[in-house]
């Protein structure tokens, strides 16, 4: 993973909604085209991530009802 990619991972941990998160994930892909990357977005790790933490949003909303805050 390099060092782009991290960060953008880590971005996706921080976020705090699933707003938050697709926020952050868009100005990941947004930088990615910039820089001219040409990585393969089915096989990118932050798109990875942020399905994780939609997911996990997800499940906190069908637990709880709502999203925490911290």
Do not use: W
Not at 31 to 54: E, V
């Amino acid at each position: 993973m390099t060092a782009f990619e991290s960060v953008g991972c880590n971005m996706q941990y921080n976020a705090r909604n699933p707003k938050d998160a697709a926020r952050r994930f868009s100005r990941s892909c947004v930088a990615c085209c910039s820089i001219g990357r040409n990585a393969d977005c089915d096989r990118c790790p932050i798109a990875a991530t942020h399905q994780n933490m939609l997911a996990g949003f997800r499940e906190e909303l069908r637990a709880y009802g709502h999203y925490a805050t911290c």
